[in-house]
């Protein structure tokens, strides 16, 4: 299910039924908001069984055909899905070779034959160097989706060759919409209340706001790590250090503190700001005494820090424990 992006998938689909689709696609935005979705909804509207598939502006696929449900799956023969391996730091040209060769063979169904590429800035420079052969000769019915945060580290050679398709935040009101949608089964008055407060909580995310929406234990423990993360913000240094010791630090679990860090700054910035209608204050703890003196630049100040360390641990080997502690530092 698609929530928001209405112009990019008109886009992508008046190209498909013009016959002009490129080789290689670059969707690029935020995390969590929708380009993965996308991806793999738009290879079913080129696979679906059905024939009302995609008829009208905006419509999908039928979501429920046997081609629909492969892909649903990541089984389906013509679409393969390269993703970044459990154990690894990288995408390395070994998994591009495979892609490769998958794009060479022709489609077991006679459409198209499409590889994504699910967090493409991952790729080492090898598998980058090698993936841009295939995109200066692109052959036959092909097609290559390249999806990232952070596209600004792949090679310009490859940018330039990649139509590039940018995703933006999605109105909340659309997605909690559609959280109702998918919510049928829950009381209705909870129901609704849920899916609003989760629609801004999640910062105009659909693929975060779905994630705690159908995992409600998820987002006790986001909360519950929010509270203890107040409590250490507020506290000294030596507790802040010990707090940074105490959780179990990869890369994954960093992300995720500062994420719901992030989320907590943006729900003061809304408080401070008098937009309380945009923030669900139910789901945050009590803004505490030193928190109501920050001011607005102040908060925005830290946003930004977070932003830069969110990128550097993302992309490079930055060490996760070191870049939280600089970040409680700072407040
Ligand atoms: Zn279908």
Redesign the pocket.
Known sequence: MLIGHKKQWDFLKNKLESGQLAHAYLFSGEEKIGKRTLAKEFV?LIN???AE?GKSPGQE?????R??KDIENESYVDVLMVNLKNDKQEIDISQIREALLFLSYKSYYGSFKAVIVNGAEKMNFEAQSCLLKTLEEPKGKTILILISPHPETLLSTIISRCQRIKFYLVDPKEIEYNLVKMGESLPAGRQEKIAHDLASFCSCKPGQAIELFLNPDKLKEEQTTLQELVKVINSNLALKFQYTKKINLDGNNTKRVLEILQRYLRHLLFLKTGADNLTPKDFFPEAADNFKNYSISKIKEVLKLLEIINAQISLTNANPKLALEILLMEM
Do not use: R
């Not at 696929?61 to 055909?65: D, E, K, R």
């Open positions: 079913k679906c069984l059905s598939a696929s039928c979501g429920i055909c081609n629909c």
